[in-house]
């Protein structure tokens, strides 16, 4: 059974920076893309950021660019999103899910999510 | 970018009805569309993919349809467990981008 389960999430000040960690288990990493993307409360969802199976190449929403970075370690099956210059507007629950292949298509499954809140 | 409209934005039915929920694209995603439903407190789950191919363990009560811009998801029977938000996303182009979503309720 594929699972996906995030951390790292929690309370920063704005202009703060947390690291959201998805270990991966129940699959072949190292051979799918995959992603994260985020809900602010009550609202719709947002992709945020991908990176493909081997992690050479990385996409972002133009929101976070500049300010936010995936990556990913095959050998602990685990992919980041390094989150720094936080805003308000981050405040969300932060998904990761898993791509069909090693490039990016649709989202399945997906993580429980970790609520990251920036507020002073 | 493409962005993503859905309609209804509600759509309240009863159990055992025919709900016909609407995705649109601002332009062409030719079938790279996908729908998930979303219950509160969980994360989303996915049902369709490739615009019309169930994914693994959903019901054949839904269904995916449609190419280019106008994309429906139809449930032909609703069930007590299917009131939900749903989502229709593509992976046409980036950004990846979702519609606002259709919250289908209790007639």
Not at chain 2, 82 to 104: L, R
């Amino acid at each position: 059974e594929v699972q996906l389960l995030e951390s790292g999430g929690g309370l920063v000040q704005p202009g703060g920076s947390l690291r959201l960690s998805c270990a991966a288990s129940g699959f072949t990493f190292s051979s799918y893309a995959m992603s994260w993307v985020r809900q602010a409360p009550g609202k719709g969802l947002e992709w945020v950021s991908a990176i493909s199976h081997s992690g050479i190449s990385t996409f972002y929403t133009d929101s976070v660019k500049g300010r936010f970075t995936i990556s990913r370690d095959n050998s602990k099956s685990t992919v980041y999103l390094q989150m720094n210059s936080l805003r308000a507007d981050d405040t969300a629950v932060y998904y990761c899910a898993k791509h069909n292949s090693p490039v990016p298509n649709w989202f399945d499954p997906w993580g429980q999510g970790t609520l990251v809140t920036v507020s002073s | 970018e493409r962005v993503m409209t859905q309609s209804p934005a509600t759509l309240s039915v009863s159990p055992g009805e025919r709900a016909t929920l609407s995705c649109r694209a601002s332009q062409s995603v030719s079938s790279n569309l996908a729908w998930y439903q979303q219950k509160p407190g969980q994360a989303p789950r996915l049902l369709i993919y490739d615009a019309s191919t169930r994914a693994t363990g959903i019901p054949a009560r839904f269904s995916g349809s449609g190419s280019e811009t106008e994309f429906t998801l139809t449930i032909s029977s609703l069930q007590s467990e299917d009131f939900a938000v749903y989502y229709c996303q593509q992976y046409s182009n980036w950004p990846f981008t979702f519609g606002p979503g259709t919250k289908v309720d209790i007639k």
